[in-house]
């Protein structure tokens, strides 16, 4: 058969596409996808973020995934190819939150993770069996997880080309966070092995480990640096601020080749964290945080989300003098969503303050309930000036000035231009 797997447009966060040369991830799990797809079908993977979709084309099957932001778009591609008797299927964490919405566009859902579950779509299509929802009763052993295939996308068209995953699930339960009911309350790892031979075939190249929490289980993560050591690559990922207690962890991290980690911090106010479920967070240790992980020469993108109940108006301000004080390298803002399958959404339901239905405005640059303690414009509008602030010179000489290299990591990896030598000439 001829498989086209889709990933369509979405605008997530502040349209950084609008910032950047191209845009930043190869979609991995359409990837994961095709690697999981019998070798006697063809398949090919269009993902409009780099491209457009040609809807001259007529597969035997569509697969499309979405994030909630890019729900709309794909409906919209399932509703044409479905009037050109193209039949589709749809999975990723919109449709597995709202199946039976999904089903208004598509033939068939997959609800949850697709290891397992699509060989069984494809084999059930093929019979001419295909069943409306396909959802597994427990979560996928982590080791049936195949390397991606990278050859099916042009992975040129992408800012970080290579994207990996080590872990899947997260323990904790925050309110806004698709992750844990979309992955499960406790992580499942790969075996090192398989993630360093998919490493090691990338023979050194900058990765992105897209793992919600790579240092979740300490002593994996141990294994897992230890051996990412010996390829000497470098490598962007994400870890929960937890990891201040496991300080050797960070320097592990750092000698197997971490350049940066993104953090999600979401609030100063311990109060604000208590609500949305993340007290674990110790807003007193942000800032030794970001100086243990600057002292082992690793940037720190820290992400801060607004609109929280109990924000006020002087949030950002707030936010934005601590950020700078802090020294945080890279700031990810975004106005707290209300994300389908999230206790955040039920409660916004519950307490009737939703009232945007466009599923595309759920990227985290727009409001979408009732803030509490400020107006949707002065939501809005707050959002636009700790973007505006946060970046201008002023404020990016301020936190990066004394330690460049790991700042340097990132623009060459963002627009592949050698500026080492001089940025630490300056440094120095
Ligand atoms: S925000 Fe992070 S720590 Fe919280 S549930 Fe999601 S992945 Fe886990």
């Known amino acids: 058969m001829e498989i086209c797997l889709i990933n369509p447009e979405a605008s997530l966060y502040r349209n950084p596409s609008k910032h950047l040369p191209k845009p930043l991830f190869p979609p991995l799990g359409l990837m994961t996808v095709a690697a999981l797809t019998p070798e006697k079908h063809n ?110 996308v042009d992975i040129n068209k992408y800012i970080a080309k290579y994207t990996l995953q080590a872990t899947r699930g997260c323990p904790f339960a925050c309110s806004f966070c698709t992750v844990s009911n979309f992955f499960g309350r406790t992580y499942r790892t790969r075996p090192v092995e398989n993630v360093v031979a998919e490493a090691a075939a990338l023979r050194g190249k900058p990765l992105i480990l897209v793992d919600d929490n790579i240092m979740g289980c300490p002593g994996y993560a141990e294994m897992l640096f230890e051996r990412l050591a010996d390829l000497k690559t470098t490598f962007l990922t994400q870890a929960s601020t937890t990891m201040l207690k496991r300080p050797e962890l960070i320097t592990k991290a750092a000698k197997a080749g971490c350049r940066a980690l993104f953090v999600g911090m979401e609030s100063i106010f311990p109060e604000q964290l208590a609500k949305i479920g993340k007290k674990f967070n110790v807003v007193d240790k942000y800032k030794e945080l970001v100086q243990r992980l600057h002292d082992n020469g690793i940037a720190v993108i820290g992400s801060f989300m607004f609109g929280l109940d109990g924000d006020d108006p002087d949030v950002f301000e707030r936010t934005a003098e601590f950020a700078e004080a802090a020294q945080i390298d890279i700031g990810q803002f975004s106005i707290l969503t209300p994300l389908p399958g999230t206790k955040f959404y039920e409660q916004m339901h519950r307490e009737r303050r939703l009232f945007e239905r466009d599923w595309s405005k759920y990227g985290g640059s727009h409001v979408t309930f009732r803030p509490q303690g400020m107006s949707i414009e002065k939501l809005e509008a707050g959002f636009e000036w700790i973007y505006q602030h946060f970046y201008s010179w002023h404020s990016i000489v301020k936190r990066t000035a004394r330690r460049l290299e790991p700042i340097v990591w990132l623009i060459n990896g963002i627009y592949h231009k050698r500026v080492h030598n001089w940025a630490v000439e300056i440094q120095h």
């Open 43 to 152: 398949v090919t993977i269009i993902d409009e973020s780099a491209g457009s979709v040609d809807f001259s084309i007529h597969p035997d099957l569509i697969g499309l995934t979405a994030m909630t932001a890019g729900a709309p778009r794909a409906y919209q591609i399932a509703d044409r190819f479905s009037a050109q008797g193209v039949p589709t299927v749809m999975g990723g964490m919109h449709a597995s939150a709202l199946p039976q919405e999904a089903l208004q566009h598509v033939d068939a859902v997959v609800v949850g993770e697709a290891e397992e579950l699509w060989p069984q779509v494809l084999a059930d299509f093929e019979q001419g069996q295909l069943q409306p929802v396909y959802r597994h009763e427990y979560y996928p052993d982590a080791t049936t997880i195949p390397p991606a295939r990278r050859d099916v």
